[in-house]
């Protein structure tokens, strides 16, 4: 077989391989949707309404919903098909994701050589970055989160590639189409206007230095502007107040600060401030809150959560930012233990230290890549600033993955397929066994044939339904072990939330953590459902009362009562959710109540 015969073979084989594990990932690796996954699901919902103040909700970008509104319409409306679709959906970005990789691999190339850019198409570097791609797309990211984050890779490794594009190259065509991939990851998230402000200035940094014409990066930043702009104004607009989005300043006042989150924030302590809307504490001696109005959403206190804490006060501390890196630096390092390619990884860099000559080619090509990893360094630092979860550093470790191949593009490295045969070996051998390891219970669930029809949440929301409730009622809710945030059933069975009895916010001062983890429990770890069983009949006849009152349809409980529950309650269906369902007497104050909102408009 000739070379470009294996070479078209090997291509066309991994992207075989990437659709196949994609497609497993995709479909069994997640079986209920997570608290962030349903904020998006609603903002997808806006977007088929044209609800202009939903779509242009300051906390969740509205480019991923976008989509998962278009691809809706071509499955059956029901929760399944709207599952489908999604996968679907998730599935499509994540083969551009795998073009993209190979994409900013080939102009990594052409950049530092254009005469060697045939080795992009060598079958043994397509499948060690086939390998690499699926390390991170399956173990870090994944194909089954309801999220752009996804998206935001693809948008990060295409800034890269063209930055290097332009500094080798630049053209007035090119200058424009940075642009556009930078405003477009505005759209996508909130985050991506920091990573936009690092690649305009590494550009223009880039463009000083190889002498190139500032007008080049003067196109690039006029067209992100005439992106970005627009959705500024839009986001403003909705808000009440100038924001260039609230996702990362909400975000720092969590994780660094420690507000208290993440529902219900009623104000305090006083360094804070109060929201200038809050939920409406139903009872005065016990947890209860109703947050009906304005939204019609899942669940208001975490899908709408730029408007329920509008009006807190940020601040600086420099202990606090001290002890947030620290924290972020230990989670950090929770994230390396558990990815065995991030060892392989190590041990390639090792070696290519310890030997000389490999060392040499390693520093004579890796620093001319400078504006490929300065981003990717500065973008990592920024979330160590303040938060790291591991599908955040997705995009940085795939750009980073590629300094243990840079030795090869060196000419005049001796012994090179020695340090080929080395690199490739191990990379692909701890490639295999992350994968093996951290997505093998997607894995085991597509060998059994066990996907999310199984799961309990939505056991628990067809349960409902059979029980007479309908899409569009409105469900009060005593939490159980789990936040109400993570009200899959919910949003599955199309019911709002409109009160709860528990759920309080985070109090605890940052002078009561350790660098690390929490020292005490708090009351927003207590499950709530027990403690509503534990509470005097004349208190649990005040709390359903309360809820009546917001007009709940029923309410749901995750807790069983024990072995005598007061009247009204039954087992929804074959799970240990409870229902109490108000009569047709709660209807009718539910519907004037509705009918109040829509004069008072």
């Given at each position: 077989?000739?070379?470009?015969?294996?070479?078209?073979?090997?291509?066309?084989?991994?992207?075989?391989?990437?659709?196949?594990?994609?497609?497993?990932?995709?479909?069994?690796?997640?079986?209920?949707?997570?608290?962030?996954?349903?904020?998006?699901?609603?903002?997808?919902?806006?977007?088929?309404?044209?609800?202009?103040?939903?779509?242009?909700?300051?906390?969740?970008?509205?480019?991923?919903?976008?989509?998962?509104?278009?691809?809706?319409?071509?499955?059956?409306?029901?929760?399944?098909?709207?599952?489908?679709?999604?996968?679907?959906?998730?599935?499509?970005i994540f083969f551009a994701a795998y073009a993209?990789?190979?994409?900013?691999?080939?102009?990594?190339?052409?950049?530092?050589?254009?005469?060697?850019?045939?080795?992009?198409?060598?079958?043994?570097?397509?499948?060690?970055?086939?390998?690499?791609?699926?390390?991170?797309?399956?173990?870090?990211?994944?194909?089954?989160?309801?999220?752009?984050?996804?998206?935001?890779?693809?948008?990060?490794?295409?800034?890269?590639?063209?930055?290097?594009?332009?500094?080798?190259?630049?053209?007035?065509?090119?200058?424009?189409?940075?642009?556009?991939?930078?405003?477009?990851?505005?759209?996508?998230?909130?985050?991506?206007?920091?990573f936009s402000g690092i690649f305009l200035a590494v550009f223009a940094a880039a463009c000083l230095l190889r002498k190139i014409s500032i007008r080049i990066p003067a196109i690039t930043a006029a067209t992100f502007a005439v992106i970005w702009l627009p959705y500024v104004a839009l986001i403003s607009s909705s808000y009440g107040q100038l924001t260039l989005g609230v996702s990362g300043p909400l975000n720092y006042a969590f994780h660094v600060n420690m507000l208290p989150h993440w529902a219900n924030w009623q104000g305090g302590p006083a360094e804070f401030g109060k929201p200038l809307h809050a939920s409406t504490p139903l009872l005065r001696d016990l947890p209860a809150f109703g947050f009906r109005t304005p939204f019609h959403t899942t669940y208001p206190p975490f899908n709408n959560m730029a408007y329920w804490y509008q009006g807190y006060h940020p601040f600086f501390s420099l202990r606090n930012q001290v002890i947030a890196i620290g924290r972020s630096f230990y989670f950090f390092s929770r994230i390396v233990i558990v990815h065995p390619f991030l060892y392989a990884f190590a041990l390639v860099l090792l070696a290519i230290a310890v030997k000389s000559d490999w060392r040499r080619a390693f520093l004579k090509?890796?620093?001319?890549?400078?504006?490929?990893?300065?981003?990717?360094?500065?973008?990592?630092?920024?979330?160590?600033?303040?938060?790291?979860?591991?599908?955040?550093?997705?995009?940085?470790?795939?750009?980073?993955?590629?300094?243990?191949?840079?030795?090869?593009?060196?000419?005049?490295?001796?012994?090179?397929?020695?340090?080929?045969?080395?690199?490739?070996?191990?990379?692909?051998?701890?490639?295999?066994?992350?994968?093996?390891?951290?997505?093998?219970?997607?894995?085991?669930?597509?060998?059994?044939?066990?996907?999310?029809?199984?799961?309990?949440?939505?056991?628990?929301?067809?349960?409902?339904?059979?029980?007479?409730?309908?899409?569009?009622?409105?469900?009060?809710?005593?939490?159980?072990?789990?936040?109400?945030?993570?009200?899959?059933?919910?949003?599955?069975?199309?019911?709002?939330?409109?009160?709860?009895?528990?759920?309080?916010?985070?109090?605890?001062?940052?002078?009561?953590?350790?660098?690390?983890?929490?020292?005490?429990s708090e009351q927003a770890d207590e499950n709530y459902a027990q403690v509503f069983w534990g509470l005097r009949p004349d208190q649990q006849a005040r709390v359903t009362q309360a809820f009546e009152e917001t007009g709940a349809r029923a309410i749901v409980c995750f807790a069983n009562p024990g072995a005598n529950p007061e009247p009204g309650w039954e087992r929804a269906g074959p799970t240990d959710v409870w229902i109490y369902q108000f009569g047709p007497s709660a209807i009718a104050p539910a519907q004037t109540a509705l009918l109040r909102e829509t004069t008072s408009r």
């Open positions: 077989m000739s070379i470009w015969r294996r070479s078209a073979f090997s291509t066309a084989l991994s992207w075989i391989v990437v659709g196949i594990l994609g497609a497993a990932e995709g479909i069994y690796g997640r079986t209920q949707y997570l608290a962030d996954w349903i904020s998006y699901l609603n903002v997808s919902r806006a977007v088929d309404a044209l609800d202009w103040k939903g779509i242009f909700d300051p906390m969740w970008n509205p480019g991923y919903p976008a989509l998962i509104a278009l691809v809706r319409h071509l499955f059956p409306g029901t929760p399944e098909g709207e599952w489908y679709a999604i996968f679907l959906l998730n599935w499509i993209a990789f190979r994409y900013l691999i080939r102009q990594a190339i052409r950049f530092y050589d254009p005469t060697m850019e045939g080795l992009a198409d060598r079958p043994a570097l397509t499948w060690v970055s086939c390998f690499i791609f699926l390390t991170f797309g399956l173990c870090f990211d994944q194909v089954s989160r309801v999220s752009p984050d996804l998206l935001v890779t693809i948008l990060f490794m295409l800034s890269v590639a063209m930055i290097l594009r332009l500094t080798a190259r630049p053209s007035l065509r090119d200058a424009v189409l940075l642009g556009v991939i930078l405003g477009a990851g505005c759209w996508v998230k909130c985050v991506f206007v920091s090509v890796a620093k001319r890549y400078w504006p490929a990893w300065l981003p990717a360094v500065i973008g990592i630092s920024s979330y160590l600033m303040v938060h790291v979860e591991d599908r955040y550093l997705s995009c940085f470790f795939l750009i980073f993955s590629l300094l243990a191949l840079t030795p090869l593009l060196d000419k005049d490295l001796q012994a090179k397929r020695r340090l080929a045969a080395f690199v490739i070996a191990v990379l692909i051998v701890g490639s295999a066994t992350e994968v093996a390891l951290n997505a093998r219970r997607a894995f085991k669930g597509a060998l059994h044939g066990k996907d999310f029809h199984s799961d309990p949440q939505w056991v628990v929301a067809k349960a409902l339904e059979q029980d007479g409730l309908r899409r569009g009622d409105m469900v009060a809710v005593i939490g159980g072990k789990e936040p109400t945030m993570r009200s899959s059933w919910a949003y599955v069975a199309g019911l709002r939330i409109v009160a709860e009895f528990g759920t309080l916010p985070w109090r605890l001062q940052p002078a009561s953590r350790t660098w690390f983890e929490r020292t005490e």
